[in-house]
């Protein structure tokens, strides 16, 4: 499925975080966070979009509109939630 972002919106595709701790402690799904990192699948053609494709971002806690593409999650997100590009 091909999915374009309209306006100032941009696609997320999520990064899942480690599923242990440095010392080897599994971390069940019922602690773990929402993830707050993502890598940019798509842009808006919007003048406020800041991000490229293959950028990886951080962006507020409840922020987008989630979906599943080729069951994977991604996240619709307005440009203005991101927060920052992570290198």
């Not at 899942?16 to 080897?24: A, F, H, K, L, V």
């Not at 966070?33 to 406020?48: I, R, S, Y």
């Not at 951080?58 to 069951?71: Q, V």
Request: net charge negative; glycine share 8%; hydrophobic share 40%.
């Amino acid at each position: 499925m091909q999915v374009q972002p309209l306006g100032d919106r941009v696609l997320v595709q999520l990064v899942e975080e480690q599923q242990r701790t440095q010392s080897g402690i599994y971390i069940p799904d019922t602690a773990k966070d929402k993830p707050q990192t993502g890598l940019v699948v798509a842009v808006g053609d919007g003048e406020e979009v800041k991000v490229k494709n293959g950028q990886r971002v951080l962006f507020a806690k409840f922020a987008g509109t989630e979906i599943k593409i080729d069951n994977v999650e991604h996240l619709i997100l307005s440009a203005e939630d991101i927060l920052a590009v992570v290198e």
